[in-house]
């Protein structure tokens, strides 16, 4: 799919694109263009990710190149299948299909070939040092490092030493193979950073087969050379990597061009975090019903929320590429998910808070079918017929027996149009002992059918409503933001202080018989309420996906006037 931001003729197009209209335009990789998205499978993809996905994706869309799907999974102890199938699962759903979906672990072979040509050349050694050791003795921007002990063996000694490594003959830790580059190097990633370690740790596709395994510096420039990309984009934090993912390659037969490395800006989003290790406490600690939960900022989250992917992938292009790290609103990425859902999800009625109204005057035991319009953005969507009796489920908010000022809904003495019903007048209420009202009386006017008086006047409120008879019960549930700080973390603050107690609450609601049809995962707007999507599992809960008020453009008007 190919963004609209990228018209080049809009001369809007964003740096990464025009670096690789600079490269096709030297014939730099003979105007080829190959991207890859390449998660660790040690979680499930989080909303960060999709902007990642979206990127190398949609350039190589735009370019007519290849994206693979390569999986980073050097790390056998955090990784499993289920993540790798999760995440194949979620690229998909977005909306992406990869060329291919490869695996870093495919290279262990050559990955280790190389490493022991970078030995026979004296590139690489072994060290015996431990990790703490090895993490002291770099120094620190303004202190040198200092040589490992063990810095100055031959290559026949280190080949020797690499091969005991691989086959078994040390113990986890006791030995390291690190690049022999510079110790005093101003890129601290540059002190001869560790290629492999040993870990016996069972490997979710390779096995028992290795006990050493490449770090992500030896593997992922690499990977990005066997595979033949062109352009490996990555995010910021891995600036300070690109002289050691260049010294790699520069130091290896290469079989094809030398992929470049391009760093942006990672997608933050405020009231919420990014990082898979923080969301998978927030599953560990029972703070989650799962990855999957309907308030997880991951991408089976928001599925489960109801954003639909076309919405995502908007924001994405929206807001495109930047070269700094910020911070969006989520707010305005709910704006996207509300424009969507605006055009394309059917209105319903539901009430999530019910109280009784009586209609005195409704002929007994009488059900009328009323037609109401099923999408006024669509057409094609039609109406329905909504069952109508004498007693109907109204929200408690809607009534009011002693009304504040500017209260224009259902008080005694107030006529108020039921949506694509008729107009009725409260007469009374009754109450319980204390003073809560229970049920509330009222009659309606035959003439105003469809919700119009043939005498032409006028109503100050429309309240929705959901007939007594045929309501469906069920559950739905409520959420606020999962952080109550726009900036969870920030100031090297705990982000978990400011979980949010409330951001979740379950409400019993009736619904209209129509809503017993919907899909699982469907998204229908309950009108004047918001957007909500049937669970995945359960066609009796919803989960409130956003709701309808623009909080974004009323951000923006708090900007713009201060
Ligand atoms: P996390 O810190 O959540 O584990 P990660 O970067 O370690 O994220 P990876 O699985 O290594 O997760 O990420 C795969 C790709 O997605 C990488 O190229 C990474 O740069 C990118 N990515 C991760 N988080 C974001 C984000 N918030 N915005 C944009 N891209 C991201
Ligand atoms: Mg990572």
């Known amino acids: 799919m190919s963004s609209e931001h990228t018209d080049e003729a809009a001369g809007s197009v964003d740096f990464i694109r025009e670096k690789i209209n600079a490269d096709n335009a030297t014939g730099k990789f003979g105007g080829r263009v190959q991207t890859r998205f390449p998660p660790e499978p040690n979680g499930y993809l989080h909303i960060g990710h999709a902007k ?29 299948q289920d ?5 194949i699962e979620d690229v998909a759903w977005l909306g992406f299909a990869p060329d291919e979906v490869v695996y870093a672990s495919d290279y262990f072979d050559q990955l280790y070939a190389w490493a022991e040509s970078l030995i026979e050349r004296g590139l690489a050694y072994v060290d015996d040092q431990d990790a703490e050791t090895i993490s002291a003795n770099r120094g620190g921007f303004t202190t040198p490092g200092v040589d490992s002990p063990w810095r100055d063996r031959t290559p026949e000694e280190n080949l020797a030493l690499f091969r005991g490594m691989r086959d078994g003959e040390f113990a986890d830790g006791e030995k390291v193979l690190r690049a022999k580059i510079d110790m005093n190097h101003e890129n601290m990633q540059m002190r001869d950073p560790v290629l492999y370690r040993i870990r016996r740790a069972h490997h979710h596709r390779t096995g028992d087969q290795w006990i050493i395994y490449p770090t992500y510096d030896w593997a992922h420039g690499q990977s990005d050379a066997i595979e033949a990309v062109t352009h490996s984009i990555c ?21 094809h061009e030398t992929p470049e490395q391009t760093e942006f800006a990672r997608l933050n989003l405020t009231h919420t975090v990014t990082s898979k290790r923080k969301l998978k406490q927030l599953v560990d600690d029972g703070v989650m019903s799962g990855w999957d939960d309907a308030l997880m900022p991951t991408l089976r989250g928001v599925r489960r929320r109801g954003y639909p992917a076309a919405a995502i992938r908007a924001f994405m292009d ?14 305005l990425l709910e704006s996207f998910i509300r424009t969507e859902l605006n055009a394309t999800a059917l209105r319903r009625m539901a009430v999530l808070r019910p109280l009784k109204l009586i209609i005195t005057n409704w002929p007994d035991g009488e059900v009328d079918l009323r037609e109401a319009i099923n999408n006024p953005e ?16 109204i929200e408690e908010d809607d009534f009011r027996l002693d009304p504040p000022p500017k209260y224009y809904r259902l ?56 007939s007594a008879a045929h309501a469906i019960d069920a559950t739905v549930n409520l959420y606020n933001r999962l952080f109550t700080d726009p900036h969870p973390g920030s100031g090297g603050s705990d982000p978990f202080d400011s979980l949010n107690p409330e951001a979740r609450e379950a409400v019993a609601a009736k619904l209209e018989p129509a809503l017993g049809d919907v899909a699982p995962g469907q998204v229908v707007q309950f009108e ?29 008007k708090r900007r713009q006037n201060s």
Do not use: M
């Open 83 to 87: 993540f790798v199938d999760g995440i």
């Open 52 to 80: 990642s996905i979206c990127l190398n994706f949609g350039i190589a869309a735009d370019y007519d190149g290849v994206c693979k799907l390569r999986f980073d999974d050097t790390n056998p102890e955090a990784e499993d």
């Open 411 to 466: 008080t005694p003495g107030r006529e108020v149009r039921l949506r694509a019903g008729y107009f009725v007048t409260a007469t009374d209420a009754a109450t319980d002992a204390d003073g809560n009202v229970t049920e509330v009386y009222c009659t309606y006017d035959p003439a105003t059918a469809g919700g119009q008086a043939p005498d032409g006047r006028k109503v100050k409120s429309t309240i929705h409503w959901v």
């Open 235 to 255: 995010t910021l934090e891995f600036d300070t990597h690109r002289p050691l993912y260049d010294w790699c390659l520069e130091h290896l037969d290469l079989p």
């Open 528 to 556: 004047r309420l918001g957007y909500f999507a049937a669970d995945l599992d359960d066609a009796r809960v919803f989960h409130r996906t956003v709701g309808l008020r623009d909080e974004w453009a009323n951000i923006q």
């Open 318 to 331: 929206h807001i495109g590429v930047a070269k700094t790290n910020s911070t969006h609103d989520i707010e």
């Open 378 to 393: 669509d057409d094609s969507a039609g109406v329905r017929q909504v069952p109508f009796g004498g007693a109907l489920w």
